[in-house]
Structure formats: C-alpha cells, structure tokens
C-alpha cells in the first residue's frame, strides 16, 4: 500500500523540504547518539534543545509558509491575554499548494512529535529524569507547532466556507435582483 498518494509529483520546493526534516532529523539524531555515547548532559541538553528551537523558528516561519501557505503566532493583548493569530494564503493559492510538500509537511510534524514521546517512555523507563527535561522541551516545541498549524489550517477552512458561503449569497441575491429588475 502507497502512503503517498502523489508519488508521481515532485516536490515544488526541495530546499525549503530538507530544511523542513533537516532541522528535527538533527535534534532527534543528536539526542539520542550522545545520549547513547557520551554522559555529559549540559552538551545534550544545550545542543538539542538549540537544535530543537531552530527546528521550530524554521517550520514556524519559513516551510508552514512556503509548504502549506500557513502562519500562525500569539501576542498578548492590552488586557494581557494571549490571542492566536491566524494567516493563510487565499483559496485559490492554498488549493495550488504542491501536495507531496503538504503531505511531507504534516507527517514530519506528527511523527516528529511521536518519536518525543516514545524517547520520553524510553527516559521514564530508565530512570532518567534529568533527560526528560530534554525531552519536554523538544516535545513542547513539536506541540507547540501542531496547535498552531492545526488551529491556522482550521480557521483557513473556516474563511474558505465563509468566503464560498458570501460567494454563493451574492450570486443568488444577484439573480433574484436580476429577475426582479428584468420582470420590471
């Protein structure tokens, strides 16, 4: 069975693509070898949690633009709450999006994530409390990034329906002022 659907197409953007798994590949990669070969934990933790935050300045403000026409970030308000902000691309350039970037896109995202947790059952299993704190501060940033995009891809959907939803009640209070006018 094909997991990807688009196996025919190529990827629209490559670089943007091996920046996009280059970044978590590093963090995960690093984690786990030196923590397999070498005892020292401020290089593990400094190392990977600094990999792990370029992984996330990268997916947040570079491929969720380019591989899926999202962006998303939260400010504090005068009132002092946090508010999410939303940006997507129209319609018709989100309905353009390359879908091998997409589908490379969203994968990395989750099983970046998975690959956290299962090193977290791996830690907790050996008693390492010291490399969980690694561990929560990658998956909180991997996370971090799924709630933002999940919630960016959701209210993108939410436009699009609006936007098709004002479409159709213009077209159709359009006709019926046509009718009318014409009957007149």
Known sequence: ??????????????????????FKAAALAFYILFALFISNFVIIFVVTVLL???????????????????????????????????ESLDQESLARMNKKDSWL?????????AA?????????I??????????????TLSIANIVGF????KDAKQKIQQFASQTIAAQVSSTIQSAIFSAV
Not at 2 to 15: I, S, T, V
Not at 116 to 124: D, E, K, Q, R, T
């Open 150 to 153: 999940t919630k960016c891809r």
């Open 52 to 86: 792990a935050a370029l992984d996330f300045w990268v997916v947040k403000n570079v491929s969720g633009r380019i591989l899926v026409g999202l962006r998303w970030w939260n400010e504090i308000n005068d009132l002092g709450e946090s508010v999410w902000k939303f």
């Open 105 to 113: 896109f969203w994968w990395t995202l989750y099983l970046t994530a």
């Open 116 to 124: 956290w947790i299962v090193l977290a059952i791996f830690s907790l």
């Open 1 to 22: 069975m094909d997991l990807n659907p688009h196996a025919g197409e190529n990827y629209a953007h490559p670089k943007t693509c091996l920046f996009h798994v280059i």
């Open 126 to 139: 050996r008693l390492q409390a010291d490399y969980l704190l690694v561990i929560g501060v990658c998956l």
